[in-house]
C-alpha cells in the first residue's frame, strides 16, 4: 500500500492532519527538524484546540502533512502538557529543537503567537511529545 494521504486515513483512522508552522518556508524547516530527529516536540496554543483543532492524545497517531496537503510523516503522541506559557521548561523547550536555549524558543513562539491571534505570558499551550512512526518522503 503506498503512502497516499487516503491510505494512511484508512491505516489510521483516528489520526488527524496537520501542518507544522504557519507558512510553507516554517512548516519545511520543522519537518526537516523531525525527519533530523532534532524535533520530538511541539507546542500550540490552546485556544486553537478550544477552536476545533482536535487535542493530542497519547497513543494517538497523526499525519503530518506539507504546505501542498501531501504527507510528511505520521507520529504519535508520548506525552501532552497544558500549561501557561510562561511554565513551559528549558527541557520541554529545548525537545522542540528549533533553538539552543529556552529564550530562543520563547522568542520564535512569541512571535508565531503574536502572528496567530495574539500572545500573553500567562496565555494556555499544549505540549506534545512525539515520535515519529513513518517517514512518507
Not at 7 to 30: E, I, M, Q, S, V
Not at 44 to 58: C, I, K, N, S, Y
Not at 92 to 101: Q, S
Request: charged share 30%; proline share 5%; aromatic share 8%.
Amino acid at each position: 500500500m503506498s503512502d497516499t494521504l487516503e491510505n494512511l486515513k484508512r491505516r489510521y483512522p483516528d489520526a488527524a492532519t496537520f501542518t507544522f508552522g504557519d507558512g510553507p518556508d516554517l512548516c519545511k524547516k520543522l519537518l526537516s527538524l523531525v525527519r533530523s530527529g532534532q524535533k520530538v516536540a511541539t507546542t500550540g496554543a490552546l485556544r486553537d484546540f478550544d477552536a476545533g483543532e482536535p487535542l493530542p492524545v497519547v497513543g494517538r497517531r497523526d499525519i503530518a502533512l506539507h504546505w501542498d496537503g501531501s504527507p510528511a510523516c505520521v507520529i504519535e503522541t508520548q506525552k501532552v502538557v497544558t500549561c501557561r506559557f510562561s511554565d513551559v521548561t528549558e527541557p520541554m523547550a529545548l525537545a522542540e529543537g528549533e533553538n539552543p536555549n529556552r529564550a530562543g524558543w520563547a522568542a520564535d513562539h512569541r512571535a508565531y503567537f503574536e502572528r496567530n491571534g495574539g500572545f500573553t505570558e500567562d496565555m494556555m499551550v499544549v505540549w506534545e511529545r512525539f515520535r515519529v512512526i513513518t517517514m512518507i518522503d
